[in-house]
Each structure stands twice: as C-alpha cells, then as structure tokens.
C-alpha cells in the first residue's frame, strides 16, 4: 500500500489530523520563507541597514528603531496574500469534523483567512490577528494600526505614549502560554499527525512532533526529509500544495477545494471592514426620538440588507442544504457570530 492510500483510508475511517507547519505551506502563496538565504526575507531586509538580520524581529533592537519591523510588516502584511491549496485542505478537514489543531509557526494567518476557526488554531509564534502596546499591553485595532501604517508613521498606543505592534513573538519575548497549555491536553489525543513544510529547526516548536506516542501515525510533507521521520512514518517529498491536491482528489473533495479557492480571492479583511462602516452608518441613522415609523422600518432593511453581505463575506462556502447534514457533525463549540461581534462594536 502507498503512502497515499494508507493515509486516505486513516482520513476515510473518521480519524483527526493535527498539523504541525511552517513557512513551506505559505510560500505558494507567495509569502517569502524566513530561513532561505536566496530568495529569504533576511536577505531582501539588507535595504533596511540591520545590525544583523534577525534584529528586525529582536524585541531590543525594536524598541530603539521600530521603523525596520514595520518596513517589513507593511510587506507582509495580512490582506495581501491568499491562501494556499494546503490551508484550504485543512478547512475542508475542519468543516467535516476531521480536525484536531492546527499548530503553526506562521504570523501570515492564512489559516484564518482560509476560513479555519480560532478554536483550532494555534500560532506558536503569534501572529497579525491582534496588537498590543508592549508596555501596558493596551490593545489597539488593526483597522487603527493599519491606518497609522498607512500614514507611514510609528503605531504608538492611546494609553501610555509606548510601541504598539502585532502579537507576534518577537527573539526575547515568551511564546505564548496558550501553546504549552494546549499541547498539553492535545499530545495525548493526536490520531494523524501530519508535519508539513517546516525544516523543523525552531524549538521547542521542533521538538511536538517527537513527543507524539507510538500509536500515532506521523507523516511528513516536505522538500526534505527532517526531524526523526523514519520507516514508521508516511513520508512524502513532496510540495504542499500538490500534496494538499492529491489527498483531496483521493477523498473527492476536489471541488470542495476549487470552490474554496474561487471564493477565497474575496479580501475578506477588507470587506468586513468595508461593511462595518457601512453598518455604523446605516445604524447612525437610527432616530433619536421616536415616533418616526417608516423612518424606522427603512433603517431596519437597511441592516437587514447588510446582516446578509456579512453573512455571505463571513461563510462564502455556507453549506447548502445537502451539505447541512454533514455540518452538524461539526464542533459544539459556537463562536457569537460576525452580526453580534459587529453589533457590539456598534453600541
Ligand atoms: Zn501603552
């Protein structure tokens, strides 16, 4: 039996996958690879005059010269890529109930963007997702930061005057507790553990897939053989997205996966946000006394009008009725959605 087939059959017997990932399920979409000396982002941060080419993410050096870091974030910055046929893999895996976690080196949130849920992701390294002054930890918006970004200027929080940056984990800073804590309940319950595109070299990230029990079966998707992978595990040398691709052929989700792909080159960030302000407007146009019905009933179409844009930015992929069956099998767990978040951002 290939390496494939025994695979598919595990996935096709309802068993979860964890991934374990890093800068090689990214690259397809275009995102630079940290760690490549020729095409690497260390190599094209020489413009940027550093001391050394990881001081850009050294918290000591940020705090005497931010302005390298947010050269870089302006370049990375979420918004600009899209997701890969792998993330979508691990969404189509999420939305039939065959994910576990998603444990992540990556700060590009591609995973989000492809549609994974919070509650399964762990980025080891942090992320874009959310901003926080480093000194009083006061958290700013990213429409704020990207505003100041915008402007060319240094994001510097309400509060106390000090550095806003993204939650990513900087040389210096502590990963995040959430990490450790997760992985602590998850070891134990990992069923398919699948390593994909990492050299794995950044510990003690590098060191999960090893503390995996022998039950387990490991697989391995890379350019190159890494880490302690051997017989036991199922290894392909191969590109992530043409794996992620195979599998899906193999399972029949291949149009699952190109229907995702199609509706993902929605800016997703970007529409929200676009709505949200339509949203605050419309709502700014609530009357203050009453008494004016048809006013009333013409603001309520309005956010009716605009409740069902969200809806359709949010879930592009919402399951038809065929597929309702399939999504009850989903995870309990109920995130408030996108109209309750707005609607307390609103009031
Ligand atoms: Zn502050």
């Not at 800016?267 to 407007?281: N, S």
């Not at 809806?311 to 399951?319: E, F, G, L, N, S």
Request: charge should be negative; charged fraction near 35%; include cysteine.
């Amino acid at each position: 039996m290939t390496d494939l087939k025994t695979l598919v059959d595990l996935i096709k017997q309802k068993k979860k996958v964890t991934f374990f990932q890093g800068a090689g399920i990214s690259t397809g979409a275009g995102i630079p690879d940290f760690r490549s000396p020729k095409t690497g982002l260390y190599s094209n941060l020489k413009k940027l005059n550093l001391p050394y080419a990881e001081a850009v993410f050294d918290i000591d050096y940020f705090r005497k010269n931010p302005k390298a870091f947010y050269t870089l974030a302006e370049e990375l910055y979420p918004g600009k890529f899209n997701p890969t046929d792998f993330h979508y893999f691990i969404r189509i895996l999420q939305d039939k109930g065959l994910l576990q976690r998603v444990y992540t080196q990556n700060i590009d949130t591609l995973e989000r963007i492809a549609g994974v849920k919070d509650e399964f992701i762990i980025e080891a390294h942090g992320s874009f997702s959310a901003n926080h002054c480093i000194e009083c930890k006061h958290e700013m918006t990213i429409s704020e930061i990207k505003r100041i970004m915008g402007d060319k200027k240094i994001p510097k929080c309400g509060k106390c005057k000090g550095l806003v940056k993204p939650d990513i984990v900087f040389f210096g800073e502590a990963l995040p507790v959430k990490l450790f804590d997760t992985w602590e309940k998850d070891c134990d319950e990992v069923e398919i553990g699948i390593v994909a595109g990492t050299s794995l070299t950044v510990y003690p990230f590098a060191s999960l897939p090893s503390e995996l029990g022998q039950n387990v079966t490991r697989v391995l998707v890379n350019n190159e053989k890494v880490g302690d992978f051997d017989d036991d595990d199922l290894i392909f040398i191969d590109n992530c997205d043409s794996f992620a691709r195979k599998v899906c052929r193999e399972l029949g989700w291949e149009d699952l996966l190109s229907g995702l792909k199609k509706s993902g080159k929605v800016e997703l960030g970007d529409e929200i946000e676009k709505i949200t302000e339509e949203m605050k407007d419309v709502l700014s146009d609530v009357p203050s006394e009453k008494g004016n019905t048809k006013q009333e009933d013409k603001v309520e179409d309005k956010v009716e009008d605009k409740v069902g844009k969200v809806d359709k930015v949010a879930d592009p992929t919402k399951p038809d009725t065929i597929k309702q069956e399939e999504s009850e099998s989903k995870s309990e767990v109920k995130e408030p959605s996108l109209l309750d978040k707005l609607k307390n951002l609103s009031l």
